[in-house]
């Protein structure tokens, strides 16, 4: 394995620090004359006999990166051969990482409303552009002024591109904590993926616990798929038994991936408007399509354009509660689906 050092030069990039990264690819801030924004290398780790699936991602990450556009991802600048230096040359985005807010969870529901907020909306623009992340976690978010920005395409899908990865491996691929049952079962191209770990991610930075642990075992992760999330021993206990009883039923929250299919549009529900109405007689909050509103018997009700399905529930009605809290103090009151 080839190893580098502050002072390198590579293809006119020089590499300036190192900074932490995990143990698929160094990753270093660089400076080249030719571009106008600060930039990183990442550097995947090729070892003589390593595992193919360091290439194969490698090789995903650098096609849909160039392909990729807007505020939500780093902007792509070059990529390095295979057969000399392989790396790939992108913007260094600046901001607070999600994983150290993460951290020091649980978190004031109102900042994890924000958050939630932030990285839906960034989600909505990442599947307008027909790529599903697979990898979405605390770690592969930037919080940035601009907004939520997602790093690490190594596991994504885009609809128009050859699945290198899943031809090649039938093994679940993505992270244990925040993998969804859809991909626990091969798979790789339902947005819903995206949105099961955004609601992991809400659980996690609103309890401080992660809702399914960090299986390490194939039989571990399948569990998800017909059990519903540990509860929380932590301070959040009204909080989960508000989450808890949104949910219309525990079949429709574990059950199978087929009974789940969302399309794009759906899985982009958040990125339109989060408002909010108050008055003597009800509360309402709207989320581009699902109503939340409090009656004068102080009792929830949450209802859909179309049916409730287990595709929303329990993630995009866990990220619901979540904002409804931050909207509406003292909520305690039992939600019911209609």
Same mark, same amino acid.
């Not at 057969?83 to 150290?100: H, K, N, Q, W």
């Not at 839906?120 to 605390?138: G, I, M, N, S, W």
């Given at each position: 394995?080839?190893?580098?050092?502050?002072?390198?030069?590579?293809?006119?990039?020089?590499?300036?620090?190192?900074?932490?990264?995990?143990? *698929?690819?160094?990753?270093?801030?660089?400076?080249?004359?030719?571009?106008?924004?600060?930039? @990183?290398?990442?550097?995947?780790?090729?070892? !003589?006999?390593?595992? @193919?699936?360091?290439?194969?991602?490698?090789?995903?990450?650098?096609?849909?990166?160039?392909?990729?556009?807007?505020?939500?991802?780093?902007?792509?600048?070059?990529?390095?051969?295979?057969?000399?230096?392989?790396?790939?040359? *992108?913007?260094?985005?600046?901001? $607070?990482?999600?994983?150290?807010?993460?951290?020091?969870?649980?978190?004031?529901?109102?900042?994890?409303?924000?958050?939630?907020?932030?990285?839906?909306?960034?989600?909505?623009?990442?599947?307008?552009?027909?790529? @599903?992340?697979?990898?979405?976690? !605390?770690?592969?978010?930037?919080?940035?002024?601009?907004?939520?920005?997602?790093?690490?395409?190594?596991?994504? #899908?885009?609809?128009?591109?050859?699945?290198?990865?899943?031809?090649?491996? &039938?093994?679940? *691929?993505? $992270?244990?904590?925040?993998?969804?049952?859809?991909? @626990?079962?091969?798979?790789?191209?339902?947005?819903?993926?995206?949105?099961?770990?955004?609601?992991?991610?809400?659980?996690?930075?609103?309890?401080?616990?992660?809702?399914?642990?960090?299986?390490?075992?194939?039989?571990?992760?399948?569990? #998800?798929?017909?059990?519903?999330?540990?509860?929380?021993?932590?301070?959040?206990?009204?909080?989960?038994?508000? *989450?808890?009883?949104?949910?219309? &039923?525990?079949?429709?929250?574990?059950?199978?991936?087929?009974? #789940?299919?969302?399309? $794009?549009?759906?899985?982009?529900?958040?990125?339109?408007?989060?408002?909010?109405?108050?008055?003597?007689?009800?509360?309402?909050?709207?989320?581009?399509?699902?109503?939340?509103?409090?009656?004068?018997?102080?009792?929830?009700?949450?209802?859909?354009? &179309?049916?409730?399905?287990?595709?929303?529930?329990?993630?995009?009605?866990?990220?619901?509660?979540?904002?409804?809290?931050?909207?509406?103090?003292?909520?305690?009151?039992?939600?019911?689906?209609?």
């Amino acid at each position: 394995m080839q190893r580098f050092e502050a002072g390198t030069v590579i293809d006119g990039f020089e590499l300036v620090e190192k900074l932490p990264a995990g143990g *698929m690819a160094s990753l270093w801030r660089a400076t080249n004359p030719r571009y106008d924004f600060p930039l @990183v290398l990442k550097i995947p780790f090729l070892d !003589p006999g390593g595992d @193919v699936s360091v290439i194969l991602g490698f090789e995903a990450e650098e096609l849909i990166l160039k392909r990729l556009s807007g505020p939500h991802v780093p902007r792509f600048a070059a990529a390095g051969s295979l057969s000399r230096v392989p790396y790939i040359a *992108m913007e260094f985005v600046s901001g $607070t990482g999600l994983a150290d807010l993460a951290g020091n969870a649980p978190l004031p529901v109102d900042e994890v409303a924000r958050i939630g907020i932030e990285i839906a909306t960034a989600l909505a623009a990442l599947h307008r552009q027909k790529v @599903v992340h697979l990898d979405l976690k !605390p770690e592969n978010v930037i919080l940035a002024e601009r907004g939520a920005v997602l790093l690490d395409f190594g596991l994504a #899908r885009h609809a128009e591109l050859p699945d290198l990865l899943g031809a090649e491996s &039938s093994v679940p *691929m993505g $992270t244990a904590a925040y993998i969804s049952p859809e991909q @626990v079962l091969g798979e790789r191209s339902d947005p819903a993926s995206d949105l099961f770990a955004l609601g992991c991610i809400l659980y996690q930075l609103a309890t401080g616990e992660e809702p399914f642990g960090r299986p390490a075992t194939f039989a571990g992760m399948k569990r #998800r798929l017909y059990h519903a999330p540990r509860r929380s021993r932590s301070q959040s206990r009204a909080l989960l038994r508000l *989450m808890v009883s949104a949910r219309s &039923s525990p079949k429709e929250c574990t059950s199978t991936p087929r009974s #789940r299919k969302a399309s $794009t549009k759906t899985s982009c529900s958040w990125r339109a408007r989060l408002t909010h109405s108050t008055s003597s007689k009800s509360s309402a909050l709207q989320l581009s399509g699902v109503s939340l509103r409090r009656l004068r018997s102080g009792r929830w009700t949450i209802t859909s354009r &179309s049916r409730p399905t287990s595709e929303w529930t329990p993630r995009l009605v866990i990220a619901s509660i979540l904002a409804l809290q931050a909207s509406h103090s003292g909520l305690t009151a039992p939600v019911h689906i209609s």
